[in-house]
Nanobody, 124 residues
Framework: VQLQASGGGLVQGGGSLRLSCATSGRTFASYAMGWFRQAPGKEREFVAAITWNGGSTFYTDSAKGRFTISRVNAKNTLYLQMNSLKPEDTAVYFC??????????????????WGQGTLVTVSS
């Protein structure tokens, strides 16, 4: 399974970005998927996750109400819509797949496939 994240960039505080994660493989629809981020000098942290069918979603507290994770299985693509961005959202964002479960885990070590990351920079 290969994951390719895109959509990052520079945005002013209060702005929006939509990240995409294109995946290869025919079994994307059975995988739980997640977004994580890593800010400079900090550990990678959970942002959002979604079940195999998109029926349930999970967010870190700082993302609730501002970010929306979604997926289109027919397109093998995962999304993260980010609104009301803040400077503290600045980080490299990674998409990840858990090929062993359709129910997501909030721990990064549970995911076995990772994209290369896309940089999001939010200016104040």
């Amino acid at each position: 399974v290969q994951l390719q994240a895109s959509g990052g960039g520079l945005v002013q505080g209060g702005g929006s970005l939509r990240l995409s994660c294109a995946t290869s493989g025919r079994t994307f629809a059975s995988y739980a998927m997640g977004w994580f981020r890593q800010a400079p000098g900090k550990e990678r942290e959970f942002v959002a996750a979604i079940t195999w069918n998109g029926g349930s979603t999970f967010y870190t507290d700082s993302a609730k109400g501002r970010f929306t994770i979604s997926r289109v299985n027919a397109k093998n693509t995962l999304y993260l819509q980010m609104n009301s961005l803040k400077p503290e959202d600045t980080a490299v964002y990674f998409c990840a797949a858990d090929s062993r479960s359709g129910w997501p885990n909030l721990k990064d070590h549970k995911y076995d496939y990772w994209g290369q990351g896309t940089l999001v920079t939010v200016s104040s």
